[in-house]
């Protein structure tokens, strides 16, 4: 399971990634523990959550550079907002909870200051602080799906773990890693960690980081 | 054949929509007398603009303010992207062009001046703002289209005329005018032609339209 | 001390309001109880507030209609950028904290979602949006200072509050308020409250005053 | 006189540069041979063109990266809105037009077409696209101004040229050269040459600079 060069640079200098990608919220998924209300609750503001990550997804479009990566983009839009969406949608009617209630759902503060930060930093810089900030969504679900697929002691959660342990989300997570790899290329060079770029494109990805730990932090706080 | 409320009330007040949708490039595609070289000249710039226009769709789906408006937006940029913009590339290799010429095309002013005008329209506006000035080429395309199938006297451009008419695109025409309907009303409620915001919105769509009979002039020019 | 019709509809309307103005943090500033430490680290992350508080009203720029709201927002960027900033740079070089170490600070959660969300309310919609984000934040302080000025009975942080509650200060509130009550007009016509985009405006001011409670809440807790 | 070594590489590159800072309209103000009729009409768009650029100007203060950045850039603005929109419209009261037509002025597609590219340049990209998009008109400006101040057979046009010769429009373009050649440095290091970036910067440099001559064309065309 490899997401791209980029994206394994970024990641293995981020001291939070396991804060993030092992985070409680996450161990009690694999292992059940978790409360169902707590995972309702996580969902509700997940589809909010979606909703302004597509948004960030299709400023993507609008920031490339080429067709290529018009084309990637424009593919995860798609997925995000026919598939993503609609799997939230199916799993909280199954729940009792319908889409007008999702759509009313309060957006707290950690959600909101995560896909903020991410439209901010599309809108202050270029696509790669863009993708950077997107990053650590896409693939850090990635790896948490993949890795409770084989490590899960419990099936409670396993439609969801499932989901993102899938052969077409990981496809995705290449697919976006792909896109990352050759937008530094192409922007920045072959060397593009002697780029002065690189350590803001590595503290966006931190801080992202950092704010996705918030985001579990508060799955954990209805 | 109709398009939606807005868009017909639009249309009627801009005295520039016959010079646009009957100007002399059009006349010379229904009746076959338009210079092959200005036909290719015309295809060249129009990958460009699509490549732009895909753009501006793009950022309608970061000012939608419903999952319905971010979905019909993000079914036409895939459009745009992987159907219109692929039968330019298609069309264009068949005469012996192939995408690396389309791509580095030099975008002529007259077409620049109209995407980055609808880029602009959606970043200093709100989602109206944007659609006021995607609308003409969406719209203005589908009646020259439906127009032209009736009214040709010769095949030489029966693909492009047969891609305009085609029910799929009259569809695409119809999902933006209930678009652009629901979106207004959304904001402007239903007597909209009562907001201030109504004269802006029409003149930013009789700009479009100005703008897309300067396209056509551009075409009649290689 | 009037801010304008608009402000006093949407303040009178938002429960959360009391809760920013007299919130504890506010409390402490006027009976000199909050810890030095406290203030110092409040200082440091609205140095890092201010900046992309300064770019938010930059964009308001790009979204004005006419010269006069561009000539308020260029007035209210270049009063916080060269009067604003300037102040919390001599105010901590006072404490021994220099400029880089400032612009170093590391942004919290609670002061990042705030400022990231009134930025994407300028890009998601128009001047408006941007504007009821914006407003909390700038006659919010203009309440605290005023009343803190009549009701501290302590001089602490009488610097503070005197900047707030500063003639100069509160023209900038009153030149706000026109400015939105112009805007309004100007976009909504006589009767906004009877548009449908005024639940809207409303719920993004609401939001704004929640997220401004946030960061009073992060002031207490360095 | 020097703008810095960034604009001084770009420019070298540009084959167009020539034609727009020796234009026959510049000619024309240099000789007094310049219409009248034709004069006016180039300031009533012009009044129209520093309304975007200044909005241009103000979208760099939201795509900086530091203070220092956000300060020039502020203080451009500034001088844009409060000063050189200021003489516009004295200007044209004298010549009898008053700002309500100014502001009304049909704003053409070639000068349309230049802003909105600047504008969306910055959008699309980061600081630097913008700021290579903005450049050949600031410093454009000032070589003609101090051209035509030495080379002038007549003083016609005598104020105009004195505007951009002074010393404040020459400091400007100064400050401007410097703020550009930090902005470079700061992300694409001391090889700035050696960037991918930089053949993309120098073609927005040569686009921009194309679209300066379409604005010296329409002005020969009232």
């Known amino acids: 399971m490899t997401y791209g060069h980029t994206f394994q640079a970024w990641r293995d200098n981020t001291p939070a990634w396991p804060a993030y990608t092992h985070h409680a919220f996450v161990q009690g998924l694999g292992d059940g523990t978790l409360a169902h209300a707590a995972f309702l609750h996580y969902l509700k503001q997940d589809y909010v959550f979606l909703i302004h990550f597509s948004r960030a997804w299709a400023l993507a479009i609008t920031k490339a550079d080429t067709v290529e990566e018009m084309r990637l983009a424009a593919g995860t839009v798609n997925g995000l907002i026919n598939e993503e969406i609609a799997l939230h949608i199916s799993t909280c009617a199954a729940a009792g909870i319908d889409e007008a209630t999702l759509f009313a759902t309060q957006e707290r503060q950690e959600n909101l200051a995560y896909t903020r930060y991410v439209l901010d930093a599309g809108h202050s810089g270029d696509l790669l602080d863009l993708l950077a900030a997107l990053a650590p969504c896409v693939m850090g679900y990635g790896e948490i799906g993949a890795h409770l697929a084989s490590a899960k002691t419990s099936d409670t959660y396993g439609e969801w773990i499932g989901t993102y342990a899938s052969a077409e989300y990981q496809q995705l997570c290449q697919d976006v890693g792909m896109l990352i790899d050759g937008a530094v290329v192409r922007r920045l060079g072959d060397s593009a ?30």
Chains 1, 2, 3, 4 share one sequence.
């Open 193 to 222: 960690h002697a780029s002065p770029r690189w350590a803001s494109l590595q503290a966006r990805f931190a801080m992202a980081t950092q704010l996705e730990v918030g985001f579990w932090d508060m799955g954990l706080d209805p």
